[in-house]
Structure formats: structure tokens, C-alpha cells
């Protein structure tokens, strides 16, 4: 239970609602958003791995864009967010099903990243540096469907963080204005993560009668900055409270939302199909070196042990 404060300052008892993607529409601007809050599915997905600050950092802030921008879609499958860079982070990628199921992992050089995270003792912001001079943001829509189905935005790495590098996507490739706000806090247990996305509405969305203006946009677009990270994070705010506050002279509806949780879609059978495509001599060298056949999975750290009497079983299945 946690405290929750109305909109006229009195204090209620209540559940504060971590672990969501929150639609929202401001009536009067015609602008539609979404808020992102995360609490403990973000410390669930952050245990698994034993990252340093500075990776878990940014990879925080890759699963929040990854929740603002998938509930952004109308799609059935999964939406995936990555990031490649050319310097110590070379890669950090979340991803979420249309169902809320997400999970996360960043691939770095270790000794290049703890050198470089000593120069700077912020262990939540500046850390974008460790992504390289080059790099690339992409994100994935895939319906599970032929390639066809699948739908892909691509663009290179600017600005100074991952919020510029996505606002610079949008500025590039959409008509649609866009503004983002996130804000991370990753401590050893209390792991926090909040963000907003805004969008005006495409005119033909917008209803009869209505007329998108630059300056309706720049308010809500101002009203957005003006949200503190307190705010954002909050462990005593709902997300409709945050909205509230920020947007309530514009009119703001708030739409049931979608309930984000951890669940890693790997199995036994995904890793056995990997397996089949080594050739067999390559793991019974491996097992007779090792004893065993490792597979460890980077989402979620689950590790697939095979030894060697139970390869018959893995490349039997192909017959
Ligand atoms: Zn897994």
C-alpha cells in the first residue's frame, strides 16, 4: 500500500500503479500520449543480469522508449527496440509483446565500460558516450507472419542520449510531432523507471470541427517539460495524478491501461533448434572438452546444459 494525493492535496490510501503503459488523449490540443511508470519489473529484468551501473542505466532507458513507443503501434506480436553502438556498449535491446510481456539485455565490453564509469560518477545519466561516435537505433515490428508483416524504422545515433537519439527519429522520418520525456532512477532496490511520450493527432483523427495548432502543440509540448523526474518516478503518484497535474487545462482522458510484466519467451526447443544447426562433431567436442554443452540465454540468464548422452535426444527429433 502506498499513499496517493488527490488532486486537491489530501492524501488517500491506495495502490499506486507501477509496471504500466498509460494511454492518454488532451482533449482540447488534440494530442494522444502515453505514460510509462516501471518499479519492480524493471528490478526483476535488472537482477537477472549483473550489469554495471552505467549499462543498466542506459538499458532502463531503452525498456522505457521500448514501452512508449510499442504502445504507440497497433500490432499482435513483438515489438523491439535496439541499439548498436561502435564503443564500449555495443548493443541493448528490449523487447514486448501486444500481451506486456517484456525483458532486456546489453552486450559490452566489461573493462572498457567499469574504466570509463570511473572518469564520471553519475552512475544514472552520461553514460550515452559509451554507445561510440556511430551507431544505430532500430526498432521492430514483427506480427510473427511472413517478412512482409514485419515493419522496420532505422536511424543513425545523435545527441547526447537516448531520448535525443528517439526524438531525433521522429523529428527525421515521421509528420507526426512528437515529444518525449523519461527519466530513470536504477539503485540497488529501488529500481525506477517513467516517461511520456506526446504526439499530435493526425488531422483526419483529430474529429470534425477541429484544427491542429502549432500553438495547442507547443503547450502541451511545454506542459510536458515542465514534468519534474519526481514526478515521473514517484512512488506515491498514480500516472493518472501525474497526467492530471500536468495537463489537466487541457483537458486530459485517461484510457485502461496496459499492465507490463517480465516473462522471457525462451525454451528448451528454441535452444534445441539452435543446436541442430551445429554440426554434431563440433558438440560432442564441446562435451567431451567441457563435460557439457552450455546455452545460456541473454534475456533472462537461464542457462540449457546438455552432456553428451543427450544428444541422441537433440539431433534424434530431426529424423
Ligand atoms: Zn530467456
Known amino acids: 500500500m502506498a499513499i496517493r494525493i488527490k ?7 491506495g495502490l499506486v500503479d507501477d ?13 494522444r500520449g502515453r ?20 549499462v543498466s542505466g542506459l538499458l532502463s532507458e531503452v525498456v522505457t522508449v521500448c514501452l512508449l513507443l510499442s504502445g504507440m503501434m497497433k500490432y499482435e506480436g513483438i515489438f523491439t527496440l535496439q541499439i548498436k553502438g561502435s564503443g564500449p556498449i555495443r548493443l541493448l535491446v528490449a523487447d514486448v509483446t501486444s500481451k506486456g510481456e517484456v525483458r532486456a539485455y546489453a552486450g559490452f565490453d566489461e573493462a572498457a565500460v567499469k574504466k570509463a564509469a570511473k572518469r564520471k560518477k553519475d552512475p544514472v545519466h552520461h553514460h550515452y ?25 532505422i536511424v543513425e545515433l545523435k545527441g547526447t542520449s537516448i ?24 539503485q540497488d532496490t529501488n529500481w525506477r ?11 483526419d483523427e483529430a474529429g470534425k470541427g477541429t484544427e491542429n495548432s502549432i500553438e495547442d502543440w507547443t503547450r502541451a509540448a511545454m506542459l510536458l517539460s515542465t514534468c519534474s523526474d519526481g514526478e515521473m518516478l514517484s512512488p506515491v503518484l498514480a500516472t493518472s495524478d501525474v497526467l492530471y497535474r500536468l495537463f489537466h487545462e487541457d483537458g486530459v482522458r485517461i484510457y485502461s491501461p496496459t499492465h507490463v510484466r ?58
Do not use: W
Not at 7 to 13: E, T, Y
Not at 35 to 54: T, W
Not at 137 to 152: E, I, L
Open 7 to 13: 488532486k486537491d492535496g489530501s492524501v488517500q490510501s
Open 193 to 203: 523507471a517513467g516517461g511520456i511520450m506526446i504526439q499530435q493527432l493526425p488531422d
Open 35 to 54: 505514460m510509462v511508470r516501471m518499479g519492480d519489473v524493471l528490478k526483476q529484468i535488472m537482477e537477472q543480469h549483473d550489469y554495471p551501473p552505467a
Open 129 to 153: 558516450h559509451l554507445l561510440g561516435k556511430k551507431g544505430f537505433m532500430a526498432f521492430t515490428v514483427d506480427q510473427g507472419g511472413s517478412v512482409n508483416d514485419r515493419y522496420q524504422g
Open 163 to 186: 531520448m535525443e537519439a528517439v526524438q531525433h527519429y521522429f523529428t527525421q522520418s515521421e509528420q507526426i510531432k512528437t515529444s518525449f520525456k523519461i527519466a530513470v532512477h536504477p
Open 262 to 319: 517480465f516473462k522471457c519467451r525462451c525454451s528448451a526447443e528454441k535452444v534445441e533448434n539452435i543446436l541442430r544447426t551445429i554440426p554434431r562433431a563440433e558438440l560432442e567436442e564441446e562435451c567431451e572438452k567441457n563435460g557439457r554443452v552450455s546455452i545460456k540465454c541473454e534475456f533472462c540468464s537461464e542457462e540449457y546444459v546438455y552432456k553428451a548422452n543427450q544428444l541422441d535426444a537433440v539431433y534424434g527429433e530431426k529424423e
Open 19 to 31: 509496471n504500466v503503459v498509460q494511454p492518454f488523449r488532451l482533449e482540447k490540443s488534440n494530442v
